[in-house]
């Protein structure tokens, strides 16, 4: 009695995974809090899906640098088609690999405030790193590195560490790409007003939330998300007069890919307007390509594309090991 | 013991196989990481910074734990009172809290913006900043202080009563006891448990630099992961385990020399009545050492507590989901820890050959950076197999081994006294085998094993670091979703799963402790 039904279930399984092997599988590896549940992963995995007759998984590996690891970990055997999450501080030593392939398209329309002429690599969506701070506990609000530095000691601030945070190491390129070579002298500076140094933004921003400091090191678009989610206004980003440093976060192509064509499809649709419309209220960053509604309601435009700062990925990776040294050296007096 | 003829049995090799198992998890994966690197790797002035910093923040956290912990176990152990039961659970709770959580919960009462900086403002005075080696033993003590308290009360509870009565009969004071019995028993247990925390503490890195105010604070763990994920630097991260496991053997075998277990012979195993402490000094001193360590232990419980019962509602799906998970994860985690730690403690205890390199196995964990376990296992599984598809199984047996340690610290003398109690009695009857385990040395161990299996299970809820590379997208466990919680902005929800996180854990304990302690012999 029991034998046919067992044939008849095994049968079902086999069939459905059958059915579910015809499609073909895309898969994307990616960070942490792209694919949790209020990220932008469900959506983008749905969109994507009604278009493309695929299954798109998802892997998710920590962050940014941690991804870039974990494709370095795997080689050319990796599954992965398509990485989505490296940013312009990464490309660089990510291109070096040999892993990825070029995109071979133009950015003609974009909402960047940069030129983007990357052969390997596409942006997706942007922001600017910035000193996060809670309005009503804060009346004077430094408007530059040094005006920061000459604050009294009482003056806190906490900042990720470049070792294990994609923030962390924005900031030394901030600080470098607005001072260059004076960059020893302003760690000197913000040295003692740096109340720590934690491992990831989490930490930080949650120990800024529970107001051990008076800034946090996060992103221009931090504020909008307590103004649209929790309709908070008390926070807001202090606006430096030396620019601010651009995170351009980006995707690019395995080349080692046994789907690249619909890896392709995946690039070209990360640049249209369904996944762009996503982004947003999603990974709280600015889309690379503006939807044609523009902004959510209640989204703060950026800043001014004159106060742009980025180095390019080949100076960021030249310059990183330097910056480093620095800012180690100024923070372990 | 060596006239005692050994029985070649799967019981008596089993020990080995346990120890073969850890030898491959911790420095197999060691040997891979090397391999898969590219060429050789020299350690900079940075690094040696870093290992003097993380000597010294290890040392001064491990004496300060033991130096606290020995009073408050004593207290706990000559004291009854209502609730006891409890405190000694919760005594279990800051040592499994995932490390954001704990270092939340502990800046809410001794941060810059804290209780007490509060009631410093209140007062006058300034705010505490704890930021820099203050903060970081702080967090080292309050993470440990339990962990080592539970073993010196475990200690004091196998003096067997008769003795305390025999004492009371000769007229001994408090300061005779003490040495003629409890400085046996804590020369022990003391080394061990020093160096226990010394490893724990050795291996820290989040709670290091968050609390430690900066670079100053880097520890080898933060430079190994520097050298994957900043340089990719395989070798060198290599290098930098292997200097890991060479400090870890040396303070292991420093303890080995110092200890000297005490023989106590056997009792009749009922609680002890202390005549010898009645006086209303002492009373007074060990009320007042119980509520200062109760206070400093709970206080960042209770601010877990009710931050977290708002956000409790607000808890997505995904969440439940991800807790069912990992509660899953740590029962397996219980099993496995239980079953590696009964076979390495039956064939130490009966005095097995190369019992000292079995019994080092059981720690070699405890050396091992979760960095390159993690990366080691991925490099060795990637060719074969998904990762994703083995996450759970494999953060359920890396769990298991990184809980190994402490179980067998509860598990060994318990053990071994089983055997000395009633080893050669098992012998004349010739009971060998699972006869032998069950009628012999379970009842004897029960309260232990539970204590072990609850503490591993506690753990494996709480612990994220190792297998985040196996990380499977769709079966986070519940950790790893409060990190993305916090990741996204969810504070209040990540302060729900942490509630919910740290109550589960605790459940878990409780039912294995208790149940281990249920009706047992002892």
């Known amino acids: ?333 | 013991m060596a006239y005692r003829a050994q029985q070649i049995t799967l019981w008596g090799v089993s020990g080995y196989g346990a120890a073969a198992f850890l030898v491959a998890l911790s420095l197999g994966t060691l040997l891979v990481v090397a391999r898969a690197s590219a060429g050789g790797a020299g350690l900079g002035s940075a690094d040696f910074a870093a290992l003097r910093f993380t000597l010294l923040q290890a040392l001064v956290s491990a004496c300060l734990s033991v130096a606290l912990a020995v009073p408050v176990a004593r207290a706990l152990a000559r004291r009854n009172f209502k609730g006891r039961t409890w405190l000694i659970t919760l005594l279990g709770a800051p040592f499994i809290l995932p490390v954001i959580v704990a270092v939340l919960g502990l800046l809410t009462v001794y941060g810059r913006a804290g209780w007490l900086s509060d009631a410093f403002v209140w007062a006058g005075l300034e705010r505490m900043n704890i930021y820099g080696f203050s903060g970081v033993v702080l967090a080292h003590v309050f993470f440990n202080l339990p962990l080592a308290t539970r073993l010196f009360l475990q200690g004091w509870q196998a003096i067997p009563s008769e003795h305390f009565r025999l004492a009371a009969g000769l007229g001994m004071s408090s300061r005779d006891i003490t040495r003629h019995l409890e400085y046996p028993m804590l020369r022990g247990i003391l080394p061990g448990t020093f160096a226990t925390i010394f490893l724990i503490c050795i291996t820290s890195f989040a709670v290091a630099l968050t609390l430690g105010g900066g670079p100053r604070a880097t520890t080898i763990e933060l430079a190994i992961y520097q050298a994957f994920r900043f340089d990719f630097d395989l070798a060198k991260a290599a290098v930098l385990a292997l200097l890991q496991f060479a400090i870890c053997a040396a303070a292991a075998i420093f303890a080995w020399r110092l200890s000297r277990p005490a023989t106590f012979g056997s009792g009749f195993d009922a609680p002890p009545q202390r005549w010898d402490c009645t006086g209303i000094s002492t009373r007074l001193a060990d009320i007042l050492l119980l509520t200062l360590a109760t206070l400093f232990l709970a206080a960042p419980l209770v601010v877990i507590l009710f931050k977290g019962l708002s956000g409790l509602s607000e808890l997505p799906v995904p969440v439940f989901q991800a807790a069912i998970r990992s509660i899953l994860v740590a029962l397996c985690s219980a099993c496995i820890t239980l079953g590696l730690a009964l076979a390495l403690a039956q064939t130490i205890a009966r005095g097995a050959r190369f019992g000292g390199f079995l019994e080092a196995s059981g720690y070699l964990s405890l050396a091992a950076s979760p960095m390159v376990i993690g990366s080691g296992l991925f490099i060795a599984v990637f060719p074969f197999i998904d990762p994703a598809l083995i996450a759970l199984p494999i953060t359920a047996l890396v769990n298991a081994a990184l809980s190994l340690p402490f179980a067998l610290r509860a598990l060994i003398p318990v053990v071994r006294k089983a055997e000395q109690d009633f080893g050669q009695l098992a012998d004349t009857l010739n009971m060998q085998g699972w006869q032998r385990f069950r009628l012999m040395t379970w009842p004897r161990i029960r309260p232990a094993a539970g204590f072990a299996a609850g503490l591993a299970a506690a753990l494996s809820m709480g612990d994220l670091g190792v297998v985040a590379l196996f990380a499977d997208p769709d079966a986070a466990t519940l950790p790893l979703m409060l990190y993305r919680l916090m990741g996204s902005y969810q504070m209040e929800a990540a302060n729900g799963a942490a509630l919910l996180l740290v109550a589960l854990s605790l459940l878990l304990f409780w039912v294995f402790d208790r149940g281990g302690r249920m009706n047992a012999a002892s």
């Open chain 1, 1 to 333: 009695m029991k034998t046919p039904l067992l044939a008849a279930g095994l049968a079902l399984v086999l069939a459905s995974t059958a059915s579910a092997q015809e499609k073909p599988i895309l898969n994307v590896y990616t960070y942490d809090s792209f694919v949790a549940d209020w990220g932008p992963g469900p959506a983008v995995e749905k969109a994507f899906e009604t278009i493309c007759a695929c299954d798109l998984q998802f892997t998710a590996a920590g962050d940014g640098a941690a991804l870039l690891a974990r494709v370095q970990l795997e080689g050319a055997r990796t599954k992965a088609d398509i990485v989505l999450g490296l940013d312009t501080n990464l490309t660089a030593k990510a291109a070096a690999t040999g892993l990825f392939a070029p995109h071979g398209r133009w950015m003609d329309e974009n909402n960047l405030p940069i030129q983007w002429d990357d052969t390997h690599f596409l942006p997706y969506d942007w922001g600017y790193f910035a000193f996060v701070y809670d309005t009503t506990k804060l009346s004077r609000v430094p408007y530059n590195f040094e005006l920061l530095a000459s604050a009294p000691d009482s003056f806190k601030i906490i900042v990720q560490d470049p070792r294990s945070s994609t923030p962390g190491l924005g900031l030394l390129m901030w600080v470098k790409a607005a001072y260059g070579d004076r960059a020893p002298e302003i760690w000197a500076g913000l040295a003692p007003h740096i109340l720590t140094v934690t491992k990831g933004w989490s930490e930080a921003y949650g120990m800024f939330l529970e107001g051990e400091a008076d800034m946090v090191l996060s992103y221009t678009t931090s504020p909008t998300y307590h103004q649209i989610a929790e309709q908070d206004n008390t926070k807001a980003a202090a606006i430096f007069e030396e620019g601010h440093y651009l995170q351009i976060e980006v995707a690019g192509k395995l080349a080692a890919s046994d789907q690249p064509e619909l890896a392709d499809r995946f690039l070209e649709f990360m640049l249209s307007e369904s996944f762009q419309s996503i982004i947003p209220t999603t990974n709280w960053m600015y889309p690379a390509v503006l939807p044609k509604a523009g902004l959510p309601e209640g989204f703060n435009p950026p800043i001014a594309p004159s106060k742009a700062l980025l180095m390019s990925p080949s100076d960021a990776l030249a310059i990183r090991d330097t910056a480093l040294d620095e800012w180690l050296t100024a923070l372990s007096k």
